[in-house]
Nanobody, 116 residues
Framework: VQLQASGGGSVQAGESLRLSCVAS????????MGWYRQNPGKEHELVAR???????EYSDSVKGRFTISRDNTETTIFLQMNSLKPEDSSVYYC???????????WGQGTLVTVSS
């Protein structure tokens, strides 16, 4: 399984970005896909995730500003990030969690920088 993330960049506070992640390889039907972010010296933080049946979960810090969605093939997810804040600056990683052992797969990370 490979995950290819894209869409990061540098924006001003209040602006928007849209991240995309495409999963390729053998994808099992029951899975979660989502976005995590990580800053230096800190652990991965869940930003948002979506299950194969469309249920979504968001961290409190992004609720109402970010929206996660999934295309009909269930192999691509998007993260629409609106009203970005400087504290949203981070490396964002795409995640796929699937299989009976709930194995995690990670994309390469995409950098989001928000200036005040």
């Amino acid at each position: 399984v490979q995950l290819q993330a894209s869409g990061g960049g540098s924006v001003q506070a209040g602006e928007s970005l849209r991240l995309s992640c495409v999963a390729s390889g053998t994808i099992f039907g029951l899975n979660h896909m989502g976005w995590y972010r990580q800053n230096p010296g800190k652990e991965h933080e869940l930003v948002a995730r979506i299950t194969s049946d469309g249920k979504t979960e968001y961290s409190d810090s992004v609720k109402g500003r970010f929206t996660i969605s999934r295309d009909n093939t269930e192999t691509t997810i998007f993260l629409q990030m609106n009203s970005l804040k400087p504290e949203d600056s981070s490396v964002y990683y795409c995640n796929l969690n699937m299989g009976p052992l709930r194995t995690n797969f990670w994309g390469q990370g995409t950098l989001v920088t928000v200036s005040s």
